[in-house]
Structures are given as structure tokens and as C-alpha cells.
Nanobody
């Protein structure tokens, strides 16, 4: 299984970014979930959002509810994280990961992609 994250960048406070995670290696019979995690300098890895690929169940950490939206396009094997109203505290390396159910616990994830840097600054 491989995960490829992209879409990070530099954005001003209040701006938006969309992250993408392309997933390969699972079969159509597999039931799995993709999560987004982030790690700011000097801090631990935090679960941001997750989505169950088959039934679309989602979960979000409280600090991003109402600002971020996770979605999937199963025809493209891609999960998106739309991030709106970005704040300086959203600055972090963002990672996507795969698990067998939707979880914001980084220790529960089985596969990890490389990170993509999100910087929110004026």
C-alpha cells in the first residue's frame, strides 16, 4: 500500500487549501479508512480528520469542525481535505494514513504517506 500526499503550500490567514492523498495497493474488496494527521514543530502528531472509504463515515477533531471537509473520489482512489478559514495554528506538516477503520489515533494507522507542508502566515 502506498499513499501520496500533495497540495500543501503557503497561504494567508483566512485562506484555503485542498490537500490530496492518492492511495494505491488496496483492492476493491478492502474496507479501509484514510485519515489526515498533522505535526507542528515541537508538538506531537495530531489526528485532523478521517473518512471510511466504503460508507463515507467521517470524523473531525474539534479545532477544525466547520472549517475543514474531508471527501473521497473512489474512481480516482483519492481522498481530499478541503481546508478553509485557515489559521496560523494550522501550520504543520500534514500526513495521510490508512487504517482499517476511521480513527484519529495516529497509533492505529497502518500505512503512512509522506508529509506535505502547510504554512499559514501573512
Amino acid at each position: 500500500v502506498q499513499l501520496q500526499a500533495s497540495g500543501g503550500g503557503l497561504v494567508q490567514p483566512g485562506g484555503s487549501l485542498r490537500l490530496s492523498c492518492v492511495v494505491s495497493g488496496f483492492t476493491s474488496d478492502d474496507d479501509y479508512a484514510i485519515g489526515w494527521f498533522r505535526q507542528a514543530p515541537g508538538k506531537g502528531r495530531e489526528g485532523v480528520s478521517c473518512i471510511s472509504v466504503n460508507d463515507g463515515y467521517t470524523d473531525y477533531t474539534d479545532s477544525v469542525k466547520g472549517r475543514f471537509a474531508i471527501s473521497r473520489d473512489n474512481t480516482k482512489n483519492t481522498v481530499y481535505l478541503q481546508m478553509n478559514t485557515l489559521k496560523a495554528e494550522d501550520t504543520a506538516i500534514h500526513y495521510c494514513a490508512a487504517a482499517f477503520q476511521c480513527s484519529l489515533n495516529s497509533g492505529y494507522q497502518t500505512y503512512w504517506g509522506q508529509g506535505t507542508q502547510v504554512t499559514v502566515s501573512s
